[in-house]
Each structure stands twice: as structure tokens, then as C-alpha cells.
């Protein structure tokens, strides 16, 4: 059973930068899909991201193109999110998913198409 950690959350001010990072324990990532998502409080989990295998294919949501970035390291079976420019509106629990291993060059953008999903970590945005 595959398990991903999130890391890099914390506090930044609006206009700064965070790189989180999904890490794979248990299995590896090499020939699945990911993607990222977040949760504000009360609110429902959006779509922030997603990648193939192979990094061939990359897909954004609306409010985080041209700001966010995702890529992968699969020696290191690790996800990437680089955050650029930040907004008090991107504060959110940001959450890992993968999927099993498929090697399709396609990412995927809603949330019953991952099979694997970290716990979370907390991005805070100041004003």
C-alpha cells in the first residue's frame, strides 16, 4: 500500500513563494499519475494540479495557472508544487493523490480518479 507525505507548508505573506513536496512510502510512483489538490476550511476539495508518469502532460486549475507549478523526480518517487506569487486566497490544507500505476501520458482532475492520498499540509497566507 503506497502512502504519500506531504511536507513544505507553513506560513507565508502574500507575493512569497512555498515548494511542497509529496513523498511515496510502501511503493513507488514511477508509473502513476498525480496531482494536488486543496481544502479551505467548510469548503469542498478543489483541483490545483496534475501530472503524468512521464511529466509529458501537466493541467492547472483556473485560479493557480501561470502561479503554481508541479513536477516530479520519479527516482525519488516525489511530487512537487512550486507556489509563486502567493494569495491570502490560496490558504488551504494542500493534499497529495496519486494513482495506480498506469503509464498513461494524461494527468486527471477529479478527485475519484486517485487511488492514493496524503494527509495534508497547511499553506497560510498572510495580507
Known amino acids: 500500500q503506497v502512502q504519500l507525505v506531504e511536507s513544505g507548508g507553513g506560513l507565508v505573506q502574500a507575493g512569497g513563494s512555498l515548494r511542497l513536496s509529496c513523498a511515496a512510502f510502501g511503493g513507488t510512483l514511477t508509473a502513476s499519475a498525480a496531482g494536488w489538490f486543496r481544502q479551505e476550511r467548510g469548503k469542498e476539495r478543489e483541483f490545483v494540479a496534475t501530472i503524468s508518469w512521464n511529466s509529458g502532460f501537466t493541467f492547472y486549475g483556473d485560479s493557480v495557472r501561470d502561479r503554481f507549478t508541479i513536477s516530479r523526480d520519479n527516482a525519488k518517487s516525489t511530487v512537487y508544487l512550486q507556489m509563486n506569487d502567493l494569495k491570502p486566497e490560496d490558504t488551504a490544507v494542500y493534499y497529495c493523490?496519486?494513482?495506480?500505476?498506469?503509464?498513461?501520458?494524461?494527468?486527471?482532475?477529479?478527485?475519484?480518479?486517485?487511488?492514493?492520498w496524503g494527509r495534508g499540509t497547511q499553506v497560510t497566507v498572510s495580507s
Open positions: 493523490a496519486a494513482t495506480i500505476s498506469r503509464s498513461q501520458d494524461r494527468g486527471f482532475s477529479k478527485i475519484g480518479d486517485y487511488d492514493y
